[in-house]
């Protein structure tokens, strides 16, 4: 794969000349063209036209990249992209206006608001793993709050990297809006320049190169990051039930979803019992040959299916194994009497590889989950109230949910991020409004009457 290295700007593709580019959209962003609301109405607009206009050429290109079958494609990338669109355009006037903030007593006669406006030149970079999604959903954010955006896709999803770059400048506001394909050397040129903003997804490894070339500008980041999400399974819940939901989050994609249900934590007796059940889940949803299935995703590179295989034996195979390195196919995978130290428990697995680890009672399970990193996402499956509280106030996570994993990032009134090493800073719906403006403070006291 030979990484490209080209910006699509308001002048055509050409050479990456990272201070040029960022020089362009900050004079673009100074004469004020972005921050009109009918500026970026027309924007979502239009970047939803672009999204209904060529889906299918970006379904090819997501099939391309990661062998996504076309439903899957559309409900988690384009259609996902599209719904945050509408959202946001739904809600847009609402968010913006300015916001009566009451005063205390002593400041009176005066009045007071809080006014959000947009940050400036952001830059975007996005990951391999939902490449439009997660390159268009900020960028959707960028363009409500009134910035300049500059966006850098995944080099890994090279066919979905070129839709971008093919699409958006014919689109979008190509004064506005820059597209830099490219792997390493782009980014670390782009990160070099002042943003007013970077929005990074994807490692943390990479996040802390991000972090610290913004402190040299003091720009503020968000870091859309991974980790090890855990699936708590409690005692007497309806484990077949329990085992559809996590087999359907844990599968997406082949497994390769920041927010996919790393491992289950099975407390008590559940973990020999559920064995069965997510077995059972895997084949209803994948059939007995899920290499035959177009709804089942490949791995993104032989990398990272080399890293995968090499996991396998930390545990007891319930299903799957199956791995065929010419295609990047590995079988929807469990693995049972895996030990809390055993390599697969040791990085985030980010592929098609469910581990379930035992736990005698829910106060191991508590100490297990905060033992490690902070989880972009802790998903449980209880009947009990006691055990509901003690998760919420107990354990820190990115998300909490009951009963279902991964669906929380379909809803965009609920805001989308981690803590601790998952992450910092959140977006979707107004949140990301939140991320891409700055919120004003204003005061307007009047002066005193003069008298005589
Ligand atoms: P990746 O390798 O595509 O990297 C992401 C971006 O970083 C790319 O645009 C890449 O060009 C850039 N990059 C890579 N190395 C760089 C370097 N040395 N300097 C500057 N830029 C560099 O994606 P990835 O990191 O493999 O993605 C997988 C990780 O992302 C997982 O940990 C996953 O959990 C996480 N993730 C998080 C979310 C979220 O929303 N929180 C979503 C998806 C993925």
Redesign the pocket.
């Known amino acids: 794969m030979t990484p490209h290295s080209d910006t699509t700007t308001a002048h055509g593709t050409a050479p990456l000349d990272a201070p040029r580019l960022v020089d362009g959209l900050r004079s673009v962003f100074a004469t004020g063209r972005t921050k009109p609301v009918a500026w970026r109405r027309n924007q979502l607009e239009a970047l939803r036209t672009l999204l209904t206009e060529n889906s299918d050429a970006l379904l090819a290109a997501l099939h391309a990249d990661l062998g996504k079958g076309p439903e899957e494609a559309y409900r988690t990338e384009v259609g996902f992209t599209v719904n945050e669109i509408d959202h946001t355009l739904a809600h847009l006037d609402a968010w913006l206006a300015p916001r009566p903030a009451a005063l205390p007593e002593r400041l009176l006669p005066a009045e007071g608001s809080v006014v959000r406006e947009p940050l400036g030149v952001v830059l975007v970079?996005?990951?391999?793993?939902?490449p439009l999604q997660?390159a268009l959903a900020p960028v959707v954010g960028a363009l409500a709050a009134g910035n300049c955006v500059v966006v850098?896709p995944?080099?890994?999803a090279p066919a979905t990297s070129a839709e971008i770059a093919r699409l958006l400048p014919r689109h979008l506001d190509r004064d506005a809006v820059a597209v830099v394909e490219g792997?390493?050397p782009e980014?670390?040129a782009l990160?070099e320049q002042r943003f007013d903003h970077i929005f990074y997804?994807?490692?943390g490894t990479?996040g802390r190169?991000v972090m610290t070339a913004a402190a040299k500008h003091l720009t503020p980041v968000t870091l859309?990051?991974?980790g090890k999400s855990p699936a708590l399974v409690d005692e007497g819940v309806d484990l077949a039930a329990a085992a559809r939901r996590i087999v359907s989050g844990k599968f997406l994609n082949a497994g390769q979803t920041?927010v996919a249900p790393d491992y289950v934590l099975a407390v008590g007796d559940t973990a020999r019992a559920l064995e069965p059940h997510l077995a059972a889940a895997v084949t209803e949803l994948y059939g007995t040959d899920p290499a035959a299935r177009t709804e089942y995703g490949r791995i993104v590179n032989e990398r990272h299916f080399d890293r995968l295989t090499g996991l396998l034996d930390s545990g007891r195979t319930v299903i799957g194994g199956i791995h065929d390195r010419a295609t990047r196919y590995l079988a929807p995978t469990v693995l049972a009497d895996v030990r809390g130290d055993s390599p697969v428990m040791r990085e985030?697995i980010?592929g098609p590889v469910l581990p379930v680890v035992q736990v005698p009672d829910l106060d191991a399970a508590l100490a297990f989950i905060n033992g490690r990193d902070k989880p972009?996402a802790l998903y449980a499956f209880t009947d009990s109230p006691t055990t509901k509280q003690r998760l919420l106030t107990e354990t820190s996570s990115g998300a909490l949910t009951f009963g279902i994993p991964v669906a929380h990032l379909t809803a965009p009134e609920l805001p989308f991020g981690?803590v601790g090493e998952s992450?910092m800073g959140r977006y979707h719906g107004e949140y990301s409004i939140d991320t891409f403006s700055h919120s004003k403070a204003v005061l307007d006291k009047p002066l005193p009457a003069t008298t005589g």
């Open positions: 970079i996005a990951p391999w793993n939902y997660l850098k995944s080099e890994l792997a390493v980014t670390t990160l997804t994807g490692n990479v190169i859309e990051l991974g920041c985030e980010f972009l981690g992450g």
